[in-house]
Structures are given as structure tokens and as C-alpha cells.
């Protein structure tokens, strides 16, 4: 009967011993999951909406949102000449709450409202993407910028490639293309400047009709510089490099029956109507949403990158073009060939893409190549 005690409170103790390391490890276990949170602003210099750039942010800030690790408030200013009144005193208000760990804003339409509320207000973080105007100004800013230089590059290939390509519908016997961008600055330049050599490099004497809109929501002037290129200099592909207002360029190429559509920054054929997606030939992705992912990533592993500039092209993700849907359906094997190999060779650095954000003669180049 001894032994049967001995025995049973022996088992008691290994239970005991048991439960105690199950509790200990439990936490161990929660805590390696914990993942850091951050109050984030983002403050956008125009409206949600645009199908493209400011809507590729609020994805990879929505992403992180639901992923638990960030809580978000977007803020819409407006994008007119009346709304550019409020931008500096909406971002002082964000940024004087002191609710906020990080504050992002972008595009090369805000570093002066930027850097004056960044110094008055020395330990709010700030994002400011898209611009490196500043960089290493105010120790609490962040430039991140991205070599859409490359990404032209990757697309100006791919439309020389399709504008040859006359047994595809709506291409006709001409070598000439289009390209809608915003404001004439150096970052819509940096996109242009990598389409003209991308697209050079298939056939140098291809020609591109370049217009600018001067702002990001006027579509109607995007369709009238559309409407002209086709119907004037027989472009049967346009890029739209202008926000929201490049849409406008593909309302031009339905009208007319004989154009094609490139899109920017995200995956127009997944957020335009049906009727402009069907023309939408793939897009130019600048990953903003990818990006602020990466950073907090970042900085979820410790690095801090505040005070300096960064830069992310191919490699890092942030610049690419989409390959599947209509790319895939339309694209040639000979193109999409093309198309892979210009992204090889960027990527090991056999080609070196020029960059308006350099100094780089832009006028030159583009008045070289207008048709």
C-alpha cells in the first residue's frame, strides 16, 4: 500500500512539474508574437481616389492596419489651388496634437510645409515619400524615394516592343508613343527619362510625344493631349504618368477606338472601369504601398533610417510593372522576352539608366524625340 502512495504522489509531482513549465513557457511564447504599434497620420495632398499613387500608399498603410500593427488616420486636404491654403496649417494641427508616433506625407508638392512644421516641432517623426528635397534637414524626417528612372526604363522597352507589333489591334504602322505626366518636375522627368532610353534601346529612332498636365486631377486636359496625340501624330500607346488626371489619356484611346493605355504607380487594370481596364495594357508600378511596409518592417527590426534618404528600385521591390493579365494576353514572346531581360540587366547593372533627378539635360532629350 506504501509503495501505491509513493507511487501516486511521485505522478502528482511530475504533473506539478509539468503544469509550472507549461506556465513559464506560455508568455515566452505570446512575446516572441507581439509586434510593435505606432499612431500613424497619413496626410494626403489631394484625395484619395486617384486609382493610383495616393491610393498605393493608403493600401500598404490599410495592410499594416489590418495586420494589427499600426493604427491609422488619413487625412484628405484636397489637391486644387484653393485646397494648397490648408496643407500647412492641417499638417502643424497633425503634428502640434501629439497624438501621432509617426506622421507620413508625400510627393515633391510638400518638403517647404514639411521641413518648416518638422523644425518647429523636433521630436515628431515624419515620412515624406516620393521627395528627397531636404534630406538630412531635420534629423526627425525621412526621405524615401524610389528609381522610377528604372521603372520607365522596364516600360519604355515594353511599348517599344508593342507599338512594332502591328498585328496586334490599334497599332498602327508608326513608331510613335505617347507620355501624359503632371507637373513638369524632376520626378514625373525621372519616369520620362527611363521610358525614352528603354524605348530607344529597342528602336532609336522611335519618337514620344510628351505633354504635361500640370496637376494630378485634371482629366479633361489628359484627354485632350490623348486626343491630339492620336489623332495628330498617330500614337497608338500612351503612358500616363499624372495621378488621377493620366486617366484621362485612356478616356482618349476609348474615344478614338486607336490607342492603347499604360497606367502608373499601381495596377490600373485592377482599379479602372471595365471598358479602360480592357485597354490598359499593364502599368508602371511605384510600390509606395510595398514600401512603408518595408518600413516599418524596419523598423519593427530595430533600424532607423530618420535624418537620411531612401532609395528602393527593382531590388528592394519598389518599382516593377505588372506581367500578367492583359501584359501577359497581348505581349509577344519576343517582348515579353525583351521586357525580362532590360529588368536582368538593370538589375546587375550592365545598364545604366539615366536619372533627371541628376542634373541630366531632360529638355534635350525630350524635344530630341518628339515627333
Sequence with gaps: MKKIVALLLALVMVFALVACAAKTEAPKAEETKSEAKYNVAYVVNGNL????????????LETLKAAGRISLTT???????EDQAKWLPTLDEVASSKEYDIIICGTYQMPDYLKEVATNYPDQKFVIFDD?????????????????????YLVGVYAACMT?????????EDAVVGFVGGVDSPVINDFLIGFIEG???????????????????????????????????KCDII?????NAGNGAAEA???????????????QELTLSSDLAALTLTSGLKNI???LIWLFDELDAGKEYWGTEVTLGLAEGGVGIVTDKNFDKYASAETKAAVEAAQKAVLEGTVKVDSALQGFDVVAVRDAVRP
Design 49 to 60: 481616389g486617384d486609382k493610383s499613387f495616393f491610393d498605393s500608399a493608403e493600401a500598404g
Design 75 to 81: 487625412i484628405e486636404m484636397g489637391g486644387t489651388e
Design 132 to 152: 528627397n528635397t531636404y534630406v538630412g534637414a531635420n534629423s526627425n524626417v525621412l526621405n524615401m524615394t524610389y528609381r522610377q528612372n528604372d521603372l520607365g
Design 164 to 172: 512594332a507589333d502591328t498585328s496586334l489591334a490599334n497599332i498602327n
Design 199 to 233: 524605348a530607344q534601346s529597342v528602336n532609336p529612332d522611335i519618337k514620344v510625344d510628351t505633354r504635361y498636365t500640370n496637376d494630378y486631377v485634371d482629366t479633361a486636359i489628359a484627354k485632350e493631349y490623348g486626343l491630339s496625340m492620336i489623332n495628330d501624330n
Design 239 to 243: 503612358w500616363g504618368v499624372a495621378g
Design 253 to 267: 484611346a476609348l474615344e478614338t477606338g486607336k490607342a492603347w493605355f499604360i497606367g502608373v504607380d499601381s495596377d
Design 289 to 291: 504601398g510595398n514600401s
